[in-house]
């Protein structure tokens, strides 16, 4: 089955969106997202579009975070609940890290970096020319950065849709030259691609690996299997411990999100 551009666009932002949603919350972007209600309007629309069982109002602790509009407080809670989840010490409530979820699975002493699964992610990253962002140091196995890679693979597949509308507008007599709408589309999705290229720390910055180079030879096969070998392995359980275990109605929201996603 053929999946519109639209699709597409509407998976790159889910990722987005719920990858800001699971990092840290340096800044108050997040926090300010939430209070507006922005947040909750953007995962209500693109939940619409990808047709996924989820509405803010329904998701769990919905009240809750509704009563709570100051974005200064909102931040209060979110930064505490955030390290006490996902950092932790001795260990995280909730690892945020694959290769961790994994290994509990396997019966095997869960370590960082340096385990089958977060390597293969890294291999996998490279093989789409995207390697650690600049000024970091940690595994490539975190919630948010496979989200980030899915959403990059999701813009390169709604970029590759859009080329292919516009062969079939030539093979039925038109020019194929984008125009209004479309023409926005491809520009925000360049420039959304080339945000990802600009923060590349890999061996060739600023180079986009070919689609045909891409695992399995196209952004849509990539997205495949990343889903299968990775995100569907261990984000549905991550969803449902940070759902039972956060004490943040927010972090209950964007887990439920989560889990109707990969599910």
Same mark, same amino acid.
């Given at each position: 089955?053929?999946?519109? !551009?639209?699709?597409?666009q !509407?998976? !790159? !932002?889910?990722c987005e969106l719920l990858a800001l949603s699971f990092?840290?919350?340096?800044?108050?972007?997040?926090?300010d997202a939430i209070a507006s209600g922005e947040w909750g309007e953007a995962a209500d629309e693109i939940a619409g579009a990808l047709g996924l069982n989820w509405s803010v109002a329904a998701a769990p602790g919905a009240a809750e975070a509704a009563a709570l509009p100051d974005p200064a407080e909102i931040q209060k809670e979110l930064r505490p609940e955030a390290t006490r989840l996902f950092v932790?010490?001795?260990?995280a409530v909730c690892s945020p890290y694959e290769g961790v979820w994994r290994a509990q699975a396997e019966g095997v002493q869960p370590l960082l970096f340096v385990n089958p699964h977060s390597m293969a992610v890294e291999r996998f990253c490279k093989s789409c020319g995207l390697g650690r962002p600049e000024g970091t140091n940690e595994p490539l196995d975190a919630v948010w950065t496979e989200l980030e890679l899915l959403e990059y693979l999701a813009l390169r597949a709604a970029a590759d849709a859009l080329d292919a509308e516009g062969a079939a507008d030539v093979a039925a007599?038109?020019?194929? %030259?984008p125009t209004g709408e479309q023409a926005?589309?491809?520009r925000e999705i360049g420039e959304?691609?080339?945000?990802f290229d600009a923060e590349d720390d890999g061996p060739e910055p600023g180079d986009v690996v070919a689609s045909a180079d891409l695992p399995g030879g196209s952004p849509e096969a990539a997205w495949d299997e990343f889903m299968a070998d990775h995100a569907a392995q261990w984000m549905p359980q991550f969803a449902e411990a940070v759902q039972r275990d956060s004490r943040v109605p927010f972090y209950r929201q964007a887990a439920s999100l989560?889990? %109707?996603?990969?599910?």
């Open positions: 089955m053929t999946i519109s !551009a639209d699709t597409w !509407a998976r !790159a !932002a889910l990092r840290y919350p340096e800044d108050t972007v997040l926090a932790g010490a001795p260990q007599g038109g020019d194929g %030259a926005t589309e491809y959304d691609i080339d945000e989560l889990a %109707a996603f990969v599910k």
